[in-house]
């Protein structure tokens, strides 16, 4: 049973670049949540999606966005990088919103120079 | 308290004694409650749950408690190993949408 997997796994990209990272959620899962991860600190939630929609969104600018595919496959998109946005960026799955367990995956390492 | 760039709280334990790591949550509306373990270069590994009308929950090795009154949640790992040291953080969740993490611990266990 494959777990959450997320790509690439690491990334190295340039201020005013955009970047699109990709997940896709456990076998049985239909929910994806992604979170920005900085050193030393907890996971800050940006948004989830579920039924191909945004359901529920951090405190995050308009740069982060998302999108949700059929088979429940899901991108983030983060547009003008700027160094602030360094990070380890994770996805979780979780099976229809009704559920509450949230597994992980291994995170996308992006470094913004 | 919470932790500020890498200066994580740290617990250093012997191995086979027992660990205690402690969290506080904010939303007194918060009706779950994950552990979550995180080694480096990985992403957050589940590790129990409890739901906000339960006090106690065990797993394998693993306790976590619940007390609504002050709003604080603990984990207890009985005989402690070396594969347990890593961060542990705390997970609120409020309506089963978002996850609110506390700030974490870096458990050390020593031989």
């Known amino acids: 049973d494959a777990g959450v997997t997320q790509s690439p796994t690491h990334l190295i990209k340039t201020r005013g670049q955009q970047v699109t990272l990709r997940c896709s959620p456990k076998?049985?899962?239909?929910?994806v949540s992604w979170y920005q991860q900085a050193l030393g600190q907890g996971p800050q939630f940006i948004f989830q999606?579920?039924?191909?929609?945004?359901?529920q969104r951090g405190n995050f600018p308009d740069r982060f966005s998302g999108h949700q595919f059929p088979n429940y496959s899901s991108e983030l998109n983060v547009n003008a990088l700027l160094l602030g946005d360094s990070a380890l960026y994770l996805c979780?799955?979780?099976?229809?919103?009704?559920?509450?367990?949230?597994?992980f995956g291994p995170g996308t390492r992006l470094t913004v120079t | 308290g919470e932790s500020v760039g890498l200066h994580l709280p740290t617990l250093s334990v012997q191995e086979g004694d027992n660990s205690i790591i402690n969290c506080a949550y904010s939303?007194?509306?918060?009706?779950?409650f994950i552990w979550y373990k995180q080694e480096s270069g990985k992403g957050p590994q589940f590790i129990i749950d409890?739901?906000?009308?339960?006090d106690k929950r065990q797993g394998q090795r693993v306790t976590v408690l619940l007390n609504k009154t002050v709003k604080h949640l603990s984990l207890q790992i009985a005989a402690t190993q070396p594969g347990d040291s890593a961060v542990y953080f705390c997970?609120?969740?409020?309506?089963?949408?978002?996850?609110?993490f506390g700030s974490g611990t870096r458990l050390q266990v020593q031989p």
């Open positions: 979780a799955s979780s099976q229809g919103q009704g559920r509450y367990e949230q597994y």
């Open positions: 076998s049985g899962h239909d929910t």
């Open positions: 999606y579920y039924e191909e929609e945004e359901r």
């Open positions: 939303n007194s509306a918060s009706d779950y």
């Open positions: 409890i739901r906000s009308n339960m």
């Open positions: 997970a609120e969740n409020k309506g089963r949408r978002a996850l609110t």
